[in-house]
């Protein structure tokens, strides 16, 4: 079966960096777009970045471009999100996300919808704060 299972996360200073990983498994990684997104507290969800099947394409959110980068590693299964310059409005959960159609990616925003998803990972929480 799908599985998206995250790994990183935590606790960091204003400033700080923290990348995150989802390590997928039960389907054809390479096959797919991948996202990020994320909740805020008291908030709904946030697209955050896209990449395209083989990482050669990335697009951003206005709020975190330039300070997050989004890739791939199709031999280990794996997508990360590299986070630098953390502000505290960046505190929220984030989850990966599997694309539901094969071999489709656009650039640009991706409403955070299970009509374009259709696996997520578990979330792991981000908190920046001094």
């Known amino acids: 079966q799908v599985q998206l299972v995250q790994f990183g996360g935590g606790l960091v200073q204003p400033g700080g960096s923290l990348r995150l990983s989802c390590v997928a498994s039960g389907f054809t990684f390479s096959d797919y777009a991948m996202s990020w997104v994320r909740q805020a507290p008291g908030k709904g969800l946030e697209w955050v970045s896209s990449i395209n099947m083989n990482g050669g394409s990335a697009s951003y959110a206005d709020t975190v471009k330039g300070r997050f980068t989004i890739s791939r590693d199709n031999a280990k299964n794996t997508l990360y999100l590299q986070m630098d310059s953390l502000k505290p409005d960046d505190t929220a959960v984030y989850s990966c996300?599997?694309?539901?159609?094969?071999?489709?990616?656009?650039?640009?925003?991706?409403?955070?919808?299970?009509?374009?998803?259709?696996?997520w990972g578990q979330g792991t929480q981000v908190t920046v704060s001094s």
């Open positions: 996300a599997k694309w539901s159609a094969r071999g489709v990616y656009y650039s640009g925003y991706v409403p955070p919808s299970d009509d374009e998803y259709d696996y």
